[in-house]
């Protein structure tokens, strides 16, 4: 079992930062891939970046490529930075996690087997 706890959301003018942190706990959490996504109103979830168990490699959606970054300091925490954000970012953003196998990422949240609760985020125009 592994848990996941998400924090940093809030509310935000738009082309701020900020900063969510995931912090997992739980049986072999060191081996379990991370990833981030979010849901917005109205919308599907869907996928924002990965981050491999050990650390050493990511994966985005072109969609927030080159504005989000997905890290990882050690094996039960990871975090999303999110640098000039826009009103379309406003979701519930969400931390799952996923056993780390092959070098591949995963971006199907049927894929992801634990998930935190979520951390509301909203960006004001």
């Known amino acids: 079992q592994v848990q996941l706890v998400e924090s940093g959301g809030g509310l935000v003018q738009a082309g701020v930062s900020l900063r969510l942190s995931c912090a997992a706990s739980?049986?072999?959490?060191?081996?379990?891939?991370l990833g981030w996504f979010r849901q917005g109103p109205g919308k599907e979830r869907e996928f924002l970046a990965a981050?491999?168990?050990?650390?050493?490699?990511t994966y985005y959606v072109d969609s927030v490529k080159g504005r989000f970054t997905i890290s990882r300091d050690n094996a039960k925490n990871t975090y999303l930075q999110m640098n000039s954000l826009k009103p379309e970012d406003t979701a519930v953003y969400y931390c799952?996690?996923?056993?780390?196998?092959?070098?591949?990422?995963?971006?199907?949240?049927?894929?992801?087997?634990?998930w935190g609760q979520g951390t509301q985020v909203t960006v004001s125009s």
């Open positions: 739980g049986r072999a959490v060191s081996m379990y891939d």
């Open positions: 799952a996690a996923a056993y780390g196998i092959g070098s591949g990422f995963l971006i199907l949240d049927a894929e992801y087997s634990y």
């Open positions: 981050i491999k168990w050990s650390g050493s490699s």
